[in-house]
């Protein structure tokens, strides 16, 4: 039971991290919510969720060949590592810059209704659309899912289910807030959420770094 609630916290922590921060779909979310309401964040995550339940079932299925090839799982740790550091690098120097407004400085132009009628289409559209949310499944999401396999079926499941819980609590969070035209939380509540992440995210590199030496070592 440990190893799969390892796997369903740091895959929350890991999705929480990067939803956080601003990007499309967090802009697209806050520019409608207003005209649409609080079911706007997790309509959105519907589609975003469909998007990498396929991409999940892809990857498996496309490379599952490779799974046990000890040089190619090596590269995908060292590849998510670099990315994780990076990322928990910009999150720090950023965090004291942060604040609420960061989130809700953009126009409200009505992007979702220009993009597709539906917020579930949308949210599939505009992750395809983002380069950062590629990257990230290249490398950071390719090698935590080769981890989870080791654990099976059921661990590939509970990964997935932690990712997408933390997708589905942040935007639902940010869209009922702005739909109901207050907030829950305040500045440094948010710095504090960002910072925590970017520690994990460091730390949780250097568990990826060691990883893909364990891959060459065996």
């Known amino acids: 039971m440990a190893p799969f609630i390892g796997i369903f916290a740091t895959s929350f922590l890991l999705a929480l991290s990067g939803a956080i921060m601003p990007g499309p779909l967090l802009t697209v979310t806050i520019n409608e919510s207003i005209a649409r309401g609080a079911w706007t964040g997790p309509l959105l995550i519907v589609g975003h969720a469909i998007l990498e339940l396929i991409l999940i079932i892809v990857i498996l299925w496309g490379l599952g060949a490779v799974l046990h090839n000890d040089l190619f799982l090596?590269?995908?740790?060292?590849?998510?590592?670099?990315?994780?550091?990076?990322?928990?690098?910009?999150?720090?120097?950023?965090?004291?810059?942060?604040?609420?407004?960061?989130?809700?400085?953009?126009?409200q132009n009505g992007a979702l209704g220009k993009i597709l009628k539906h917020p579930v289409s949308a949210g599939i559209i505009v992750s395809l659309a983002n380069p950062y949310w590629i990257?990230?499944?290249?490398?950071?999401?390719?090698?935590?899912?080769?981890?989870?396999?080791?654990?099976?079926?059921?661990?590939?499941?509970?990964?997935?289910?932690?990712?997408?819980?933390?997708?589905?609590?942040?935007?639902s969070l940010v869209s009922t807030s702005i739909s109901l035209g207050r907030r829950f939380f305040t500045d440094g509540f948010y710095r504090g959420i960002v910072g925590f992440c970017a520690m994990f995210l460091i730390g949780f590199s250097i568990y990826f770094f060691k990883s893909g030496f364990d891959y060459i070592l065996k």
Request: proline share 1%.
């Open 135 to 171: 990257v990230w499944w290249l490398t950071i999401g390719l090698a935590y899912i080769f981890i989870s396999a080791k654990l099976g079926i059921v661990g590939v499941i509970v990964f997935f289910i932690g990712h997408i819980l933390a997708d589905f609590l942040w935007y």
């Open 74 to 107: 090596s590269v995908i740790a060292f590849s998510g590592s670099a990315v994780l550091l990076w990322m928990g690098y910009s999150m720090i120097r950023r965090v004291r810059f942060l604040t609420l407004s960061d989130l809700s400085s953009q126009p």
